[in-house]
């Protein structure tokens, strides 16, 4: 909403006409779809969902290092 109300302000759009805002838009979409598909082919995830999982793991990792440590001690002879 405030992009429709500031956007042509904000984005410096104002001296372009719906062709140019159209063409600007295509761009920016296809750097976009550039950048995810070569950040896809090197890694499984996005960047925003290695960041949700490190955020989400990082309380149980202490638990589950010492329930494996645990572990290990007991297959220990």
Avoid: C
């Amino acid at each position: 909403m405030a992009l429709h109300r500031y956007g042509e302000w904000a984005l410096r759009l104002g001296p372009l006409n719906s062709v140019g805002t159209i063409v600007a838009w295509a761009g920016i979409s296809a750097l976009l779809m550039l950048a995810a598909y070569l950040w896809l082919r090197r890694f499984r995830q996005g960047p925003f969902e290695l960041v949700w999982r490190a955020a989400v793991d990082a309380p149980f990792r202490h638990v589950d290092r010492a329930r494996e440590r645990r572990r290990r001690e007991k297959e220990a002879p």
